[in-house]
């Protein structure tokens, strides 16, 4: 086995202090004060307000729409419909890429599904506007909606998630089971959710001739260009996407998508800057979703408690139109030592929005159908879940059989177990109560996310006043980039931060790839590190070639970049600064340009994964069946920890997301319109801070050479696995009432008291 | 957004003469009817700001121990002035269990008694429904029903009540004053609202240009100080709607239960008043099985409209909950999580 040690010796080192340091968002205050710049508070002169019109049903075809009644409507400027739009450039149904997603953009009068774009109304006022909308009246030829896990013929789909095969197998699932001591067969749902990002998805589109103006939150500014170009036929370099901060993004704000592109058509048709903003409404379809799933586990295993066999299969929708397919049962790939696997899906259409990627896609929806079973299992063979989970420990991968680049989740299981005083819970559920009579319920699940790298560059720039400048077209979407993006930038330049101009969020600076897959800090601060080493590598030469520099003759020994000087690393005494050095030099700046991208070589090598360990306390009302989450610890081994306490900030929302899959989170369907009848915050319930119990979040020391650079895995979407299969299995302890149908609802406790 | 007219009264009279003519709502901090105005839901012709009348934003005890709360008096105001929550502890903590703190801070009493149904058929206007549009039909009777009427409820309509606030009113015995074309009047809070029957697009008595202007509690509702709760089931511990809820008051002397008053929330169009309940704990110890009995009297006529039939299960657990609390005594201060049963493990301890 080779050892890809990517940090070994490189021939200048850097050295600061700013990764590994529990910095406070940068952008805090200005957030706080209401001053950060949101796409939907540009207001360039001139612009007027676009309103889409929305499809009330969920199939069919929309008839009439009474243009002539909201264009009457005193303000309305002009009316956007099938008919009277700016043409694109190319037929939005073709898929140019893979990470192309097909959208509504008045192409045709067809109705794919409730809450479709069918016009785009342009007015003085968003008042206005609103009005011409709603004076539309569309009506529509209607047919029967395809709505449900059941709605129609089931096929298996080419490939799940994002190019991964349908099926996969290891041994004989089936001679596993056969030969199994206790099985476990049961099938689990999981609903609908929606993204519900704070900030609803919003444009502000100029047209400056054929140039193009955008104010846009975005996960993937250079992916959204591009399908902008493409789309309206236009060159990059004419289009300028700034997305400096996003109110989240989840995924749903990852590919552009149909909503902003018409408000762009919207200012090239009416020759004006166009705002447009989905309401909260909106936001239940043509901006994607995790899809519902159904998924059966038959998992066997022996008298000792080991895993003969782990079968998982997926039912998913995709809507009538195009291909997402959660990957549900993949989440069985990496876990648990199971001899044999086997895992499939399929699907059936839907009258739906294309469901996409949202925070820990197939993941979360597996994690926690996955750890319900492993639990039931353990409970079955009379075994602590955490020794249960512990015997059947993955040393390598299961599916795959590669080494782990790395993986502390023992040392996960071990803190987390300690922190929440594990040891104590009884074997038997229904068991605890506290002093009021509730009953008490202490559950656990494995967390698991895949270590996954981009493509990104960086520029990286040391000026003769002793600053230095990182510029990267990276994403705030609230996780804190704007904070660790330039700790790490900070320290490859050898500079205090406060010395370093960051720049980010505009699609005029190097490519950052996508914030998405829990790698953008991976993926961005590999490009920043590779930056660094280069601008350094630029400056050492200036000093280590000129006899007049005390580092003359350093070229081999090599140096060392620190708070703004060079240093021999064979001699600390002899160093000089950057000032010194440029002067010398006579140049006002020195740039490089680095990137960052996967190591195929380490992919092949080892499986990459951060692990973690969720334990969960829920209390529950014997007789109301009301539940409460009261504790939660979670042990996570992500890698290098850029910024502590972004990170566990960013852990605290995973597992609040996780504990809402659980508890709280479901897209309720009208089982005959295909209408989604909660999509607003009132009745789409997510966790209130009241719901939220304390939190407390461990991250456990690893070191992993192999997955980038720095080492970093990445954090944004693992919290939500574990953390939901904890919540449910706490609620089994509690109750002793195992319930496979998500979120847990009152009336499924009410059965016995 | 539809164009309207907006005028602002200066006095009750020309309130009422301004909202008389069709078209026209009152006004009062729009916790609901801006949210329906921008869903559609509602396109009046013309709103009647009232918040600006003077004297209706005052709490007083009349000369015969009557409480007499203005319509204009903030929810928040009023369950946090302290003689309020300490006379009728059981409508203060439904009045802290409803909403959210920044809904209670603008939201009005006299709002509170006219807030519209939840129910997701009524706001979605691509949906059938009888109470928004006549006539139309009911889309929730074989829709997705499972947080809808269990008492009351008709073929043309399932639809809940939501208010936290009048179900301990209803409990009792609140009244309301109404300013009206013909004067004023007064009449039970129990007779404000109306079951759907065929009719579910009329919510309340109240007719064109009625504004209430007050509620009374009457001398009586303070008898039950020391044994009232409200109690609330919900899917999330703030901001959400009960499932089911329940006020329960109790006076007990000499070890039994000389009157007793119960109602529950989240089960009809109105805020359901239990009297056979109440009959039977009269006179009784407030045993657990006297609690039991007085929960399926409570519940004797429900049936489900749909999904919903562990609503009346639930309701019963919650009676009898509600009254084994109430016997219990009111807690010196209203818990941490009001009206929640986990009131007394939140660690915190008062709201």
New interface residues.
Partial sequence: MPELNLTSAPAHLRHGSSIGQPLTRRDGVLKVKGQATYAADNHPPGMLFAVMAVS??ARGRVTSLDVAAAKGH?GVVDVMTPDHKPELAIDPEIKTNPFVFRMEVLQSDEVRY?NQPIAVVIAETL?AA??GA?LLAPRYEVLPALVGLDAGESFVPPVVGVGNPTENHLGDVEAGLAAAEKQIDAIYETPPQYHNAMEPHAIVAAWDGDRLQIDMPTQGLMLSLARVAELFGIAHDKIHIRSPFLGGGFGSKGLMSGPPTLGIMAAKLVGRPVKLVLRREQMYGPVGHRAPTRQRLRIGADGEGRLTALDHHARTVSSTFDDFYEPAADASHTLYAAPAIRTAHDAVRVNTGTPLFMRAPGEATGSIALESAIDEMAWACGIDPLAFRLKNYAEVEPITGKPFSSKALRACYEQGAARFGWSKRSLQPRQMR???G?LVGWGMGTATFPALMFQAEARAVLRRDGSGAMEIGAHDMGQGAWTALAQIAADELGLDIDRVEFKAGSSDLPDAGIAGGSAHTATAGAAIHSAGAAVIAKLADFATTDERSPLFGAGNAGVIARDGRLIRRDDESRGESYVEILARAGVAEVEARGTGAPNPAAMEEYAMHAHGAVFAEV?V?P????I?V?RMVGAFAAGRIVNPHLVKSQLFGGMIWGMSFAL?EEA??????G?I??ANL??Y?I?????VPPLDVITVEEHDPHVNALGIKGVGEIGITGSAGAVANAVWHATGVRVRRFPI???EL?TQR | MKQFDYVRPATVAEAVAAAAQPGAVYLAAGTNLLDLMKGGVSRPDRLVDVTHLGGLDQIETLADGSLRIGALVSNADLAHDANFAKSYPAVAEALLSGASAQLRNAATVGGNLLQRTRCAYFYDTASRCNKREAGSGCDAREGENRTHAVLGWSESCIATHPSDFCVPLVALDAVVEIEGKTGRREIALEELHRLPGNTPERDSALEAGDLIVAVRLPPAARGFATHARYLKVRERTSYAFAVVSAAAALRIENGKVAEARLALGGVAAKPWRARAAEDVLKGVAPTADAFQEAAWRALTDAKPSGDNAYKIELARRIVVRALTLAAAGTPARIPALPASPFASTSGAIHA
Avoid: F, W, Y
């Avoid at chain 1, 007789?623 to 009301?626: P, R």
């Avoid at chain 1, 309720?668 to 319109?673: A, C, G, K, P, V």
């Avoid at chain 1, 966790?687 to 719901?691: E, H, L, M």
């Fill in positions: 009330s049903i005193p409730a008042e609103t009005e709603a506290d002093d009021a509730l209390k009302d007789e109301l069946g009301q409460r009261t709280h309720i369907t009208d089982r005959r319109s209408r009848m909660n009132g009745e319930h966790p209130v801070n009241a719901d609802k009152i009336e009410l």
